[in-house]
Each structure stands twice: as structure tokens, then as C-alpha cells.
């Protein structure tokens, strides 16, 4: 049984920074893709970032890029959404979410395969 667990969300002030941690149990990150998604009210999921376990290797939605950090801990066996420079329109339920290594989907959804049960981030202005 493959369970993934989101923390650290919150309240903060637009400027703000939060840090997301996500943990899997039943299985290690390797040899998948780790990816986070958000969804705010009344929108559709979409893709915020992801890192490639095995290389390390980050892709990015362009609105986040020089503000949120994807990062991976093999140790931990998280993986974690430094989030910077907050703005109200990034309040969202944040997913974290598994996709296979060899996905070539993974900037979308329907490319992963486990997903977490979210953590509410709220920036306020």
C-alpha cells in the first residue's frame, strides 16, 4: 500500500515563503518521477513542479520558476515545494503525486499514479 503525506502548509502574507514536505511510505521515491500539483477553487489541477529521482533533473511551471524550489531527500525519502516570494494567486491545495520513471506524461495529471490528500496553502495580500 503506497500512501503519500503532504505538510507544511498554512496561512501566510504575499511575500512570504512556506515549505512543503511530502512523505511516501510503502515505497521509495526511486526510479519515479515526483511531482506537485495545485488546485485552487473553482479551477482545474495543474502542474507546479517535478523532479526526476534517479538524475535530480526539475521542471517547472513557468509562473513559479525563480520562486519555488523542487527538491528531493533520498534519506528522508521526501520530497519537499520550498515556495518563495508568495503571491495571492498561488492559494491552492497543494498534491504531491508519483508518476512512473519512464512517464512521458508527467506535466500532466493523468500521467501520475499515487497522489497525496493535499495541504491548503493560503497567501493573504
Known amino acids: 500500500q503506497v500512501q503519500l503525506v503532504e505538510s507544511g502548509g498554512g496561512l501566510v502574507q504575499a511575500g512570504g515563503s512556506l515549505r512543503l514536505s511530502c512523505a511516501a511510505s510503502g515505497r521509495t521515491f526511486i526510479g519515479y518521477i515526483a511531482g506537485w500539483f495545485r488546485q485552487a477553487p473553482g479551477k482545474e489541477r495543474e502542474f507546479v513542479a517535478a523532479?526526476?529521482?534517479?538524475?535530480?533533473?526539475?521542471y517547472y511551471k513557468d509562473s513559479v520558476k525563480g520562486r519555488f524550489t523542487i527538491s528531493r531527500d533520498n534519506a528522508k525519502n521526501t520530497v519537499d515545494l520550498q515556495m518563495n516570494s508568495l503571491k495571492p494567486e498561488d492559494t491552492a491545495v497543494y498534491y504531491c503525486a508519483t508518476a512512473p520513471g519512464y512517464s512521458r506524461n508527467f506535466y500532466y495529471e493523468s500521467g501520475y499514479d499515487y497522489w497525496g490528500q493535499g495541504t491548503q496553502v493560503t497567501v493573504s495580500s
Open positions: 523532479v526526476r529521482w534517479a538524475s535530480g533533473t526539475t
